[in-house]
């Protein structure tokens, strides 16, 4: 049973819910193994269509490292945590079905990193974004900086890395690092109803887009592989479905993500 990372379903999502108050959801190799376990439940379950990603409590979404473990002088131990951390942002980059951060507060050093690599980030207006990396003498390991700048540009990155210093919710919608600012306490709810909405959507389309998204990302999606994909998709199941059930005035039944 999991102790800090809960699961809940709600119809063909998923909430996870970091759930460390105490120390502001920070993350240590606990935490790990839970994202990695809920990771792995979440790519078996071909209904699953969305995940949501929140912290516990009202103040805070996730503050990165544990500071416990940084300051515990288990150099290896700490290694071994900063690489699968780096692994989970990875996997949850590339799992072929949205992942939706509801930032319930405050975000700090790498919990940046790991909300970076989500889909969508809907914050609260209370929430605070603070790159604290430089300010305890460190650089990025998750996966961030490169991330960071793909968002926001490498200026605009800059001046978040160097200074270390918080800007509030509505600059980070301002620059693009958040998608949306919704009243405090209603960033999960919010978070759902995006995931709802998925949800009546083609799932096998959606994981065909995140993957092209991704690569359109990082400036490797070539029209040829986007031709390639509209072409198969054309002739796909469920497109087929979509167009029957628009003669027949119905809902469409789509198939599995595959």
């Known amino acids: 049973m999991s102790e800090f990372v809960r699961n809940e379903r709600v119809g063909q999502t998923v909430v996870w819910t970091i759930d460390r108050p105490a120390s502001r959801n920070a993350i240590d190799d606990q935490v790990v193994a839970e994202l990695e376990a809920a990771l792995d439940a979440a790519e078996r379950d071909a209904s699953l269509r969305a995940v949501v990603l929140t912290g516990g409590g009202e103040s805070t979404f996730l503050s990165g490292a544990d500071l416990k473990l940084l300051s515990s002088g288990r150099t290896e131990l700490r290694a071994q945590v900063d690489a699968r951390v780096l692994a989970v942002t990875q996997r949850i980059e590339a799992l072929p079905l949205p992942v939706i951060a509801a930032l319930n507060g405050s975000v700090l050093g790498g919990g940046n990193e790991v909300a970076l690599a989500c889909d969508l980030r809907i914050a609260e207006a209370h929430a605070s974004v603070t790159f604290k990396h430089a300010a305890l003498s460190v650089t990025p390991g998750w996966g961030g900086l490169a991330r960071l700048c793909r968002v926001v540009g490498p200026g605009t990155a800059a001046k978040l890395f160097y200074t270390a210093l918080p800007i509030d ?38 994981a065909d887009l995140k993957r092209m998204l991704r690569l359109g990302f990082r400036g490797e999606l070539t029209q040829d592989e986007e031709t390639r994909v509209f072409l198969a998709r054309t002739v796909s199941a469920d497109h087929l479905e979509a167009l029957a059930a628009f003669r027949e005035k119905r809902k469409p039944s789509y198939g599995s993500r595959g």
């Not at 109803?193 to 959606?206: G, K, R, Y």
């Open 169 to 206: 919710a509505e600059e980070a919608r301002r620059i693009g690092l958040f998608e949306e600012v919704v009243p405090k306490g209603q960033s999960r709810a919010r978070a759902l109803e995006i995931a709802a909405a998925v949800e009546q959507t083609s799932p096998s389309a959606v």
